[in-house]
């Protein structure tokens, strides 16, 4: 019965799964799974295979292994950035590409300011291109949301509001989080556990019993120290 | 011969509002990144189908659409099942396609089927155009959010459970349809720029992205009317009248936004 309840409670389990490309490796013997309501993130270093786990998630990439989402889940994704690109696309736009009816209520439950939505989305600074990423992603009340790196390109006391308002929204709507970064400092204050990636899975488990040091040790290829409750939380 | 003048040049001016107009929405999505030259090269894949209908006595309109089309499922199976960039698919299919179409187009036709002749144009043409345009523009429209979204962001298309690939395939189809009824007014190697031309000259006038695909259908149109209408008053072809029409179109428009860019800047 608990072991039921449990599954009830995965809103996502990934198996061995593995990504090649052109005979690299690029993803290998990665498991995991994610509690419906908190926050993954995903640490490692850059071509470590993070921004490729989230396309493999979205079934972009081919792989093998297993990707289990529960049923009839909403997955809202948060690039670091948009494609360059020529289409002169308004922000209004942009999120009525979701929004068909009731744009106002739209707009407003998503907290953004009118006159942001006339600006093209070319012209943003990375804070405001952020906040409108984000309000796309939750607009239709999704489960999940999966952040890449979202203050990549923001200035640095612009980050923390941004997190703020991402933890405003966890505790308001329940929303399931995996989250890419690089900041140590987020991933200790709004995350509950931790997966660290450099192509391999070096690390899954909680955060709390991890020190900064040993995060950053993994992240740059220093090693590997995993406690006995870590080893415990990896084998989970 | 007044008369056929007239109704050649009546059905070449429909053919033209309809095409011009047409390609002008559809190039709309494709003047975005690596989508530019598709258009263009596609087009040149119709000149081996055009000989194949004038070698063996079908019409050519069947032959350049059947082939236009294969490349279209091809190139959209080879980008999703290797590597390749579009551009270099496209790269190596069409001017392979050109070489072949030029070998085997006889001689007495060539000429016509590079640049067209809106003198040829015909009541059947004008009925084949019309509809298809139309059917074109509706089904465009459709789709349209669904490509500019995969255009911003492939990630945020899927997120958001577009069939992207599926897309894709519709558009190319569409685009192989438009050039496929505009061969015989414009010619197939002047055909992509009917799609391309009007929609760059809109981009740089347009701020958002319903005015930017209006201003494409419509800039498609201006420039297809008068291209023809020039034509038969100067007694040139039309295919590389309407291109130039364009084109002057889309140079207007680019010294405009620098004129207007450098006020608004001194004026801050």
């Known amino acids: ?26 993803l290998e013997d990665v498991t995991f799974k994610v509690r419906k309501g908190t926050t993954l993130a995903i640490v490692g270093p850059n071509g470590g295979g993070k921004t490729m786990l989230f396309r493999t998630l979205l079934n972009l990439v081919p792989h093998t292994g297993t990707i289990r989402w529960s049923d009839k889940v909403r997955i809202g994704y948060v690039p670091q950035s948009l494609i360059a690109t020529d289409l002169p696309a308004s922000v209004g736009e942009f999120l009525r590409f979701k929004c068909k009816t009731d744009f106002e209520t739209c707009v407003s439950s998503v907290g953004l300011d009118k006159e942001i939505l006339r600006q093209a989305l070319g012209s943003l600074s990375g804070g405001q291109l952020q906040r409108v990423l984000i309000a796309w992603a939750i607009v239709d009340n999704p489960d999940v949301l999966l952040f890449d790196e979202p203050t990549s390109g923001v200035d640095i006391g612009a980050e923390e509001p941004i997190y703020q308002h991402v933890t405003r929204l966890k505790e308001r709507l329940g929303i399931t989080i995996l989250l890419i970064s690089h900041n140590m400092h987020v991933v200790m204050h709004y995350s509950d556990r931790v997966l660290a990636l450099n192509r391999y899975q070096l690390f899954y488990g909680d955060t709390s019993g991890v020190a900064h040091s040993k995060l950053l040790n993994l992240m740059y290829g220093g090693g590997l ?12 | 011969m007044k008369r056929h003048l ?31 030259l598709v258009g263009d090269a596609l087009s040149h894949v119709a000149l081996p189908g055009l000989a194949l209908g004038i070698l063996f006595n079908f019409n050519p309109f069947i032959g350049a659409f059947t082939l236009l089309a294969a490349t279209a499922i091809v190139t959209w199976y080879l980008q999703r099942s290797t590597t390749l960039s579009i551009e270099a698919i496209i790269g190596v299919l069409f001017v392979l396609a050109l070489a072949i179409g030029i070998l085997i187009t006889p001689q007495v036709d060539l000429l016509e089927a590079l640049f067209g002749d809106v003198s040829k144009v015909t009541l059947v043409d004008v009925m ?28 945020l298309a899927v997120s958001s459970g577009i069939k992207v690939e599926r897309i894709n ?17 414009v010619g197939t190697l002047l055909v992509g720029a009917v799609v391309i031309v009007p929609a760059a000259a809109a981009r740089n006038t347009s701020s958002s992205l319903h005015r930017y695909s209006l201003t494409s259908a419509l800039f498609g149109l201006v420039s297809a009317l008068s291209g023809v209408a020039l034509s038969s008053y100067v007694n040139l072809p039309a295919g590389p009248l309407v291109v130039i029409t364009g084109a002057m179109i889309f140079a207007l428009g680019l010294i405009t936004h620098s004129v207007s860019r450098s006020m608004n800047r001194d004026s801050g």
């Open chain 2, 128 to 155: 084949i155009t019309v509809p298809v345009s139309i059917v074109v523009v509706f089904v465009t429209r459709a789709i349209y959010d669904k490509l500019a979204l995969s255009m911003i962001s492939m990630e």
């Open chain 2, 6 to 36: 007239s109704s050649t040049i009546l059905f070449g001016l429909v053919i033209g509002a309809f095409v011009g107009s047409a390609a002008g929405y559809l190039g709309s999505i494709m003047v975005s990144r690596h989508m530019a």
């Open chain 1, 225 to 236: 120290d995993l406690s006995e409750e870590d080893e415990h939380a990896h084998k989970e």
């Open chain 1, 1 to 26: 019965m608990d072991q039921l309840q449990e599954k009830l409670n995965d809103l996502l389990i990934v198996s061995d799964l593995g990504v090649k490309s052109q005979n690299r490796v690029i």
């Open chain 2, 169 to 185: 395939l519709i558009y190319l189809l569409l685009v192989a349809t438009i050039v496929a009824v505009g061969i015989k007014e």
